[in-house]
Nanobody, 117 residues
Framework: QVQLVESGGGLVQPGGSLRLSCAAS????????MGWYRQAPGKQRELVAR???????SYADAVKGRFTISRDNAKNTVSLQMTSLKREDTAVYYC???????????WGQGTQITVSS
């Protein structure tokens, strides 16, 4: 079993930046893919970005060029650097760790990001 703890959410103005971090513990040897998802009010949870152990990355079209995912395999952490934030980025952001790109994996508790002036 994998436990995930997120940090770094909060309130930011449009155009601002935030960095999310997630630390994994437990059965970390089972983790291949780590990523970030988000869920806005009234909407389904959606993929934001994910990265494999080898460094293969993928991003949602809505965040390409603005968000950057990175990973430290030695520390079992994944981070999401978010820039040029927009109001539509407001959501609860969840860290995810899975054994493959098609596995659901484990979830963090979520951290709120609100983009508002």
């Amino acid at each position: 079993q994998v436990q995930l703890v997120e940090s770094g959410g909060g309130l930011v103005q449009p155009g601002g930046s935030l960095r999310l971090s997630c630390a994994a513990s437990g059965s970390i040897s089972s983790i291949n893919v780590m990523g970030w998802y988000r869920q806005a009010p009234g909407k389904q949870r959606e993929l934001v970005a994910r990265i494999s152990r080898s460094g293969l990355k993928s991003y949602a079209d809505a965040v390409k060029g603005r968000f950057t995912i990175s990973r430290d395999n030695a520390k079992n952490t994944v981070s999401l650097q978010m820039t040029s934030l927009k109001r539509e980025d407001t959501a609860v952001y969840y860290c995810n760790a899975a054994s493959s790109f098609i596995s659901e994996g484990s979830w963090g508790q979520g951290t709120q990001i609100t983009v508002s002036s």
